[in-house]
Nanobody, 124 residues
Framework: QVQLVESGGGLVQAGGSLRLSCTAS????????MGWFRQAPGNEREFVAS????????VYTDSVKGRFTVSRDNAKNTVYLQLNSLKPDDTAVYYC?????????????????WGQGTQVAVSS
């Protein structure tokens, strides 16, 4: 089992920044990839970014490239998502997820464990 806890969400104005954190516990040695997804009201959960737990591969969805940065601190079992130049369209609940196998990082069903989510709201 892997437990994931997100934090760092909040309400910001357009153009502002937030840093989300996701701390993993349990069988963290088994994690291959950590992903960030988001879900806006009425929409499906969509891929945002991913980072290898012990390999350097980083992937972003096109809409956040140049604005969001994913990183990790293995000593703290934590991954981060830095959100800059936020737009109202970025408003959503943001989830982190853990994949225990080498699989396509953008595919939601490939992830085995999910956090509870943290709300990000961007006002115009």
């Amino acid at each position: 089992q892997v437990q994931l806890v997100e934090s760092g969400g909040g309400l910001v104005q357009a153009g502002g920044s937030l840093r989300l954190s996701c701390t993993a516990s349990g069988r963290t040695f088994a994690i291959v990839t950590m992903g960030w997804f988001r879900q806006a009201p009425g929409n499906e959960r969509e891929f945002v970014a991913s980072i290898g737990w012990s390999h350097p591969t980083i992937v972003y969805t096109d809409s956040v490239k140049g604005r969001f940065t994913v990183s990790r601190d293995n000593a703290k079992n934590t991954v981060y998502l830095q959100l800059n130049s936020l737009k109202p369209d970025d408003t959503a609940v943001y989830y982190c997820a853990a994949d225990l196998e080498f699989s396509a990082p953008k595919i939601r069903r490939n992830y085995d464990y999910w956090g509870q989510g943290t709300q990000v709201a961007v006002s115009s």
